[in-house]
């Protein structure tokens, strides 16, 4: 039974929040903290006032981002792990994180500022999902002898992050931390 005074959202005012946070993923993680929010409206095609009632702030679009994209990659982790091939299921989920780094990129100023300890709480929660999920995906691999021993998810993400923040952005960004990336999946080969 739904909660007194709680309505479930108009489908076209959930559509706008969706088109607003798509649009806030690219303007926001090319811009950064000072990107400006009428280009974020107009790229979703709706208008200031629209952005406005969904994210009264610019922290709470920020946040709003930033938690929507590690929502999908819990899910990406959860549904690599029932894959056949564990280590093209890493290497799928590795790629897909550098998604999100290149929007948490241009996001980190303002991300500081908006981190509250509730919000630390459910980055920590989140993050412990995905590694529960890609240590299950490492077990699995481990199992069937496709995976060396002794490699965790966290290793995963501490070789991800220090990949991608080792190469300065720039057009050939992208395609060289992915080339990175497959020879360090190759080098998990048992």
Request: aromatic share 6%.
């Amino acid at each position: 039974m739904a909660e007194i005074g709680k309505r479930k959202p108009r489908a076209d005012a959930q559509k706008n929040r969706e088109l607003l946070l798509e649009a806030a993923k690219e303007v926001l993680g090319r811009g950064g903290p000072k990107a400006s929010l009428e280009a974020v409206a107009r790229r979703a095609g709706v208008g200031i006032g629209t952005l406005y009632r969904h994210f009264p702030t610019r922290e709470m679009l920020f946040m709003a981002v930033f938690s929507r994209e590690l929502d999908q990659l819990v899910s990406t982790a959860e549904d690599l792990a029932e894959r056949e091939d564990p280590l093209e299921a890493i290497r799928s989920w590795l790629h897909a994180n550098v998604n999100l780094v290149e929007t948490k990129r241009g996001m980190l100023g303002a991300l500081s500022l908006v981190m509250t300890e509730d919000l630390k709480q459910g980055y920590t929660e989140r993050s412990n999902l995905v590694l529960a999920a890609m240590d299950r995906l490492l077990d699995k691999g481990r199992k069937a002898g496709e995976i060396r021993d002794g490699v965790s998810a966290e290793d995963l993400v501490q070789t991800l992050y220090a990949i991608c923040y080792a190469r300065q952005p720039g057009p050939d960004w992208r395609e060289n931390v992915l080339r990175v990336l497959d020879i360090f999946v190759d080098g998990l080969k048992r």
